[in-house]
């Protein structure tokens, strides 16, 4: 996992639990790395909680170790930054904060934030009305009105009461607190052998300690039967309504060599392609692709050609800059297809692996790269072997008014 520092701009920091294993969402790897909207689940959630500029402390099952690289890999650079080691989470999810809240206890921040990994759309007011209240009240958590009338039944489900509603509340995460008190009381209740309070408020309200509770947010969702992906999906999409293509045009000419990069791949061959970096014609296709969709210049002005830095550069960076741009627009890669046009190498041996290196770049699944070939019958500077030449078009996502 990349360390990177975490910058201390906020006297906030954030506990990110995600080290449940999701069982009642029915699927096969833990339901805060199934993919929505083309990414990790969780990858949505560090979005969403780096509007903060908080850093942000991950919780994560040691047998998710990749899945959660995948997932840091497909969050904004923002998200990225904020991003502590991911540490190793407990029997419980108690257990699990406990070890977040230690890891921050070296530095300690003024306000903590405990969130659940599965929540991976809470809104940027709510987080501020979370730190706000934690401020004022020393400990809060978000709540909702119940609307539906609520009744305790018993082991044979008979009503045996009904609840008055007007003093119901259903709570969510974030939960917010002064970092000393929700530490101490942490720690207190391991003490005192307790290891699975149902949330981190319960583990102040036994020792009496007032929580307060703010208003929660219909939006902030947490994923946790099979039906609510689709939900979760639905409202990370309607956040995307701008919906762009881009395309992208690419030639290099062949030089002395005996290989090609193409699509991200070193691939023998009797001849290289001559340019400045490693002239990847097809990633740089892709690449000004995405900057078209993002009406962001193009690679030349991204990366100049006069730049001594870029000689020779593996062209995986330049794409993966470009994608990175989406994401710090708050938007999603949808798409991307390129077309290779050449009499030789072969492309077809090597469409699938291209495919495959081309998603990893960026973060997508396969399913959202293409991969085409064609020649163009022995006519024009490609039908001469001279050069190869790569078309692309990128459509992206982005949030309304980018
Ligand atoms: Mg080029």
């Excluded at 207190?188 to 949330?199: I, S, T, Y």
Aim: glycine share 10%.
């Amino acid at each position: 996992m990349t360390q990177l520092p975490a910058p201390a701009k906020t006297d906030v920091a954030i506990v990110l639990v995600a080290a449940g294993r999701g069982l009642r969402a029915g699927r096969d790897i833990p339901k805060q790395y199934v993919r929505l909207a083309g990414r990790p689940l969780l990858s949505h959630t560090l979005d969403s909680l780096s509007v903060l500029g908080a850093s942000i402390q991950p919780i994560i099952a040691d047998a998710d170790a990749l899945m959660f690289a995948q997932a840091l890999a497909a969050a904004s650079p923002a998200a990225r930054q904020l991003c502590r080691a991911a540490l190793p989470g407990g029997e419980t999810r108690q257990a699990s904060v406990r070890a977040g809240l230690r890891a921050l206890a070296g530095l300690p921040p003024y306000i903590v934030l405990i969130h659940d990994g599965a929540r991976c759309h809470p809104s940027p007011n709510l987080l501020r009305r979370a730190v706000d209240a934690a401020r004022q009240h020393g400990a809060a958590i978000p709540g909702l009105m119940v609307t539906d009338t609520i009744k305790q039944v018993d082991a044979s489900c008979q009503a045996t009461a009904t609840l008055d509603r007007a003093l119901l509340r259903a709570v969510q995460t974030p939960q917010a607190f002064r970092f000393a008190l929700i530490e101490a009381a942490h720690e207190r209740a391991a003490a005192d052998g307790l290891d699975d309070l149902p949330d981190d408020a319960a583990v102040l309200e036994r020792m009496g300690v007032p929580v307060h509770v703010f208003e929660g947010d219909a939006g902030n969702m947490k994923v946790t039967r099979p039906e609510d992906f689709a939900m979760a999906e639905a409202r990370l999409l309607l956040d995307l309504p701008e919906i762009r293509t881009g395309q992208g045009y690419d030639v290099h000419a062949f030089g002395p060599g005996d290989h090609v990069w193409l699509g991200g791949l070193k691939i023998p061959h009797g001849a290289a392609l001559v340019g400045h970096s490693d002239a990847d014609v097809l990633l740089h296709a892709l690449t000004d692709a995405l900057l078209g969709a993002l009406a962001d210049g193009d690679i030349g002005s991204h990366f100049p050609p006069s730049d001594p830095k870029w000689k020779g550069a593996a062209s995986d960076q330049f794409l993966r800059h470009a994608v990175d741009l989406v994401t710090a627009r708050g938007g999603m890669v949808a798409h991307l297809d390129g077309t290779l046009i050449c009499e030789a190498p072969k492309i077809g041996p090597h469409r699938e692996a291209m495919r495959a290196r081309i998603a990893a770049i960026c973060g997508l699944p396969l399913g959202r790269v293409a991969v085409k070939a064609t020649t163009s019958e022995g006519l024009g500077f490609t039908g001469r072997r001279e050069g190869i030449a790569a078309m692309a078009l990128a459509t992206i996502r982005l949030p309304a008014g980018a």
